[in-house]
Nanobody, 129 residues
Framework: QVQLVESGGGLVQAGGSLRRSCHAS?????????KGWLRQATGKAREFAAG????????YYAESVKGRCTVSRDNVVNTVYLTMDSLKPEDTAIYYC?????????????????????WGQGTQVTVSS
């Protein structure tokens, strides 16, 4: 089992930035897990935002956040990070970090929420206009 604990987020003004972190515990092979950040706006399906492979050498972003978003990880401290700039009201959502065993030790990034096995608690991010 893997426990994911998120921090960061909250209320941000449009045009501002946010930084979130997600610390994993409970499994010694955390370093091999693919990681992702997904989000869910009210009344909408959960959607992929950003993903990173186990080494951190490959990342992928949804079109909606590309150019404004950076995902990174530090396997020494078992933490993955998300930074978003130029926030828009449409970025308002509950943000989740997630981990998948399906792409362990590969360069593949999972784009579907169904492919993630472990989830953080989720944190509301509200962007005010």
């Amino acid at each position: 089992q893997v426990q994911l604990v998120e921090s960061g987020g909250g209320l941000v003004q449009a045009g501002g930035s946010l930084r979130r972190s997600c610390h994993a515990s409970g499994r010694t092979t955390f370093a091999g897990l693919g990681k992702g950040w997904l989000r869910q706006a009210t009344g909408k399906a959960r959607e992929f935002a950003a993903g990173i492979n186990w080494t951190g050498g490959r990342t992928y972003y949804a079109e909606s956040v590309k150019g404004r978003c950076t995902v990174s990880r530090d396997n020494v401290v078992n933490t993955v990070y998300l930074t978003m700039d130029s926030l828009k009201p449409e970025d308002t959502a509950i943000y989740y970090c997630a981990a998948t065993t399906r792409t362990m030790f590969t360069g593949t990034i999972s784009y579907s929420s169904a492919q993630y096995d472990y989830w953080g608690q989720g944190t509301q991010v509200t962007v005010s206009s």
